[in-house]
């Protein structure tokens, strides 16, 4: 069998400078023994090629040579390795901001290094620090920093430099298993701290230099956004400057998850598509032009000269857009293939394909880890590999010279169906949500918003500063082909099996659906793909065995503390796989930042969790309820469990909604089962009393924290209490009607640990052997107290933090606790 059938001189490279990146990523530190095997390697490679200009050599030789043909691989693997060093290992100068870290408040003053992105009631933008003062002395600093500024009042720019009174923290993670890694997406930005500010104390010391290059650049945009705003309807137009200038903050959520439910979110992302059709549209201008002059057509220059020239209209265009990472890859990849043409040689896609990855991961080894790399580079592959590979016409037995545009339907429809094969599994384990109707919506969208829309807004965007009336006329139109276009994608969008939220995959998962497709593609060509394809079929039947003895055959208990930061949410795995969810989390505002949506939902995709059967919420405040309305809306939510006290708050009203629409069973409080077994875990409501609300006139400290729902979870001789934000006088009523029955193993600490809370009579009636403490890293509430910490060590309790620990895994067997932590150097 030939190999270079299936894979192209580049590919392998690639694939070894790749794995690189990948050991470098996990295995940081070794750069001398890499960089040895760079010396070794290539010492090889000229002794070889040395050695293959003699005629008659020892048969040791021949074995020498033999030994080479692996040496470039491990060349280029180690190459990848010293290639991504600099990111993981980085070495800070002693004036870095990340010194300064978590301390006392500066006055911070830098230059705006950023176009500022701008969104409802913020914006947000980078800044290179330049120098850090305080009470004590003005420090000249070193290093970005994220700034987001709040309110109105910020008119900023890039090139812009500013000062504002913050405090630089750094970048944490919710430490969950398997959880995104922002810490070192940031990292790979060279963004290490962030800071935040309100808009009305941002002073701008100095404006940007209009002159200067990227400045102009960027002084046009904003032009063309003002003048689509004046030009077209408010619905359009936030579309318009997404296809225009890449600038997505004009987009509402409910336009995004259209889009997104359509299967056509990646049309609002500049990338090949856009860049594509530019290249398409002036390539094909300048060999009209070209061709014209004899002197091209006699040197076979036009193709040629037709691919320099349309090299600078890509650039130009990429720079108007704001040359996001996805646009820079969608450059890089165009222009290498333009510069293709310049060789006398017939182009090998896909060789094309790898050489522009390769440039990628060469100037920005992070650029692997990029949802938007791999999503661009094994959809375009697919793409190309599938319709070489497949004989989709022959099937028809048709004259398709005869039906072109048929023919060309068919080829659009398989290009679609490739590219949906090919970003299947990557869809679903980032976004966990894949489109029904993907296909048939980008039948559609495509054609209308790719070829029309985008060429004629792009033709705008030209125009604009020659003649403003045609501009003007183009982006109207443009305009109305949008409007018709988003009406198919919200028609589409609201079949209720438009799209489905999915688990997600393992890594061994993904590569086993990778190399299942291809064997399948190729299994009439060799015994050895029947046979590969047979072992991975095994693999995923083990696979699948594995997952469901986790999910519903298992004869513990699982108790997990999920890490959301400051707030408190629990997931409790009953043998036999039923789920329970103690509230979710949150902050005051989901539109900012939803904790169900980003934390919670996908911890629980990730454990292959696509129904919780009950949701408990222990009271109303955001910290608790507010990431459990993504949950009830998205995970086939059967009963909901509240103390019935209401709030008046936007959370407590949308959860309440979102409850009725999908039709959740919510039993009153007072007819609540006190107690429920599940496959021999008892659940028992201990407080509060049924009659509670009719008491809070005449209580006056029955709050909204003391009226906490507490639940005990009971697995043979050990047990655990989740008491919400129970205060020291609900303990003493709580102590008072319990008494001593209310001993237990496991205690989550009341109120993230408040100095209010955990009261020494609670403590005594409890005697808890460990105390789990769900707060968010140095929160503004100070939270858990020193004295409370200092309460429960005297006591000879084990004490686990979610801000120090992440998420904590409680399993019992029903005799014995075990306990582990997501971070793993943490000192129990």
């Given amino acids: 069998m030939n190999l270079t059938v299936y894979f192209r001189p580049l590919i392998p490279i690639l694939i070894s400078f790749i794995f690189g990146i990948l050991i470098g990523s996990q295995f940081p530190g070794h750069i001398v023994g890499a960089f040895l095997f760079v010396i070794i390697c290539a010492f090889l490679i000229i002794a070889n090629l040395v050695l293959e200009k003699i005629e008659q050599k020892p048969a040791f030789l021949n074995k020498l040579h033999l030994c080479t043909i692996f040496t470039p691989f491990i060349l280029f693997a180690a190459l990848g390795y010293i290639s991504i060093q600099p990111w ?22 830098g230059k705006i290094c950023s176009i500022p992105e701008r969104y409802h009631r913020r914006q947000r933008f980078i800044i290179n620090t330049e120098t850090l003062r305080n009470e004590n002395k003005t420090i000249k600093a070193t290093g970005k920093i994220r700034v987001t500024v709040y309110g109105k009042g910020s ?178 990849m165009v222009s290498v293939f333009l510069i293709t043409f310049l060789f006398d040689r ?199 065995a594995y997952w469901v003895h986790q999910r519903f055959l298992h004869d513990d208990l699982r108790v997990t503390i999920i890490d959301v930061g400051q707030g408190s949410s629990a997931l409790l795995e009953i043998p036999g796989g039923q789920t329970v969810l103690i509230d979710g989390g949150g902050f005051s505002d989901n539109s900012y930042f939803d904790i169900g949506e980003r934390v919670v939902g996908p911890f629980l995709w990730r454990k292959k969790i696509k129904t919780v059967d009950t949701i408990i919420l222990s009271h109303p405040n955001s910290d608790h309820l507010n990431g459990l309305i993504y949950i009830a809306k998205h995970f086939n939510v059967k009963n909901v469990w509240t103390n019935g006290e209401t709030a008046s708050t936007f959370g407590y009203q949308t959860f309440m909604e979102v409850i009725k629409e999908q039709e959740i069973n919510i039993p009153v409080f007072e007819k609540l089962s006190r107690k429920t077994i599940l496959n021999g875990v008892i659940l028992e409501i201990i407080y509060p009393e049924n009659d509670f609300l009719s008491k ?43 008494g001593n029955d209310l001993k237990s193993t496991i205690l989550v600490s009341p109120h993230h640990g408040s100095k209010s809370s955990s009261s020494n009579i609670f403590l005594d009636k409890i005697e808890p052997d460990y105390v789990i403490i769900s707060s968010g890293w140095r929160n503004r509430f100070g939270f858990p107290h020193p004295k409370i910490l200092e309460k429960y060590l005297e006591r000879g309790c084990k004490v686990l933090r979610t801000d120090l620990s992440g998420a904590i895994t409680v399993t019992i067997d029903g005799k014995s606790v075990g306990l582990e932590t997501e971070v793993q150097d943490y000192n129990m």
């Fill in 346 to 544: 017939e182009q090998d896609p896909i060789n094309t394909l790898a050489l522009a990855a390769f440039v990628i991961l060469t100037i920005h080894p992070p650029s692997l880890f990029s949802i938007s790399f791999q999503l661009s580079f094994i959809t375009v592959y697919f793409i190309i590999y599938g319709l070489s590979r497949v004989n989709y016409l022959n099937a028809f037995h048709l004259n398709w010279d005869r039906f072109q545009m048929c023919k060309k339907i068919l080829t659009f429809l398989m290009v679609s169906f490739f590219a949906f094969v090919g970003s299947f599994p990557i869809v679903m384990f980032y976004f966990n949500q894949v489109s029904t109707v993907g296909i048939l919506a980008n039948l559609f969208v495509i054609p209308l918003i790719g070829f029309v829309a985008v060429p004629l807004g792009l033709t705008s965007v030209f125009l604009y500063p020659i003649y403003q009336p045609l501009a003007a006329w183009n982006l109207k139109w443009s305009s109305y082909v949008i409007k018709k276009s988003f009406s198919v994608i919200n028609f589409l969008s609201d079949l209720p099996f438009a799209a489905i939220k999915t688990i997600t995959p393992t890594i061994l998962e993904i590569i086993c659906f990778y190399l299942l497709i291809w064997a399948l593609i190729n299994l009439n060509k060799n015994k050895i793909v029947k046979y590969l394809a047979i072992g991975v079929i095994f693999v995923l039947i083990a696979d699948v």
């Fill in 696 to 738: 809070r006139e005449t209580d006056r400290w029955r709050n909204r924290n003391n009226n906490s729902l507490v639940l005990r979870a009971k697995f043979g001789s050990t047990s655990i209490i989740f008491p919400g934000d129970l205060e020291a006088r609900a303990e003493i009523d709580l102590a008072s009607i319990k």
């Fill in 88 to 109: 993981i290992n980085t070495q800070f100068p002693e004036n870095h901001v990340i010194h300064f870290k978590d301390s006392d408040k500066f006055e911070i003053a």
């Fill in 155 to 332: 008119d900023v720019s890039f090139g812009d430099e500013v000062k504002f009174i913050s405090r630089i923290k750094s970048i944490r993670n919710f430490n969950n298993p398997g959880g995104f890694d922002y810490q070192r997406y940031m990292s790979f930005k060279r963004i290490w701290t962030t800071a935040y500010a309100q808009a009305d104390r941002v002073d701008i010391i100095e404006r940007s230099d209009s002159k200067s290059g990227w400045t102009l650049i960027e002084n046009y945009r904003e032009k063309i956004d003002v003048f689509i705003q004046d030009t077209v309807e408010e619905s359009t137009s936030g579309l318009l400057k997404a296809l225009m200038l890449g600038d997505k903050s004009g987009i509402s959520k409910y336009t995004r998850e259209a889009f997104n439910r359509a299967g056509v979110a990646h049309v609002l992302a500049i990338s090949g598509l856009h860049i594509g059709i530019v290249t398409m549209f002036f390539f094909v201008i300048f060999q009209t032009i070209i061709s014209r002059f004899d002197v091209f057509l006699w040197n076979a220059l036009v193709k040629k000269v037709a691919a320099v020239l349309t090299l600078f209209p890509v650039l130009l265009y990429g720079m108007l857009s704001g040359m996001s990472p996805s646009t820079q890859r969608a450059v890089i």
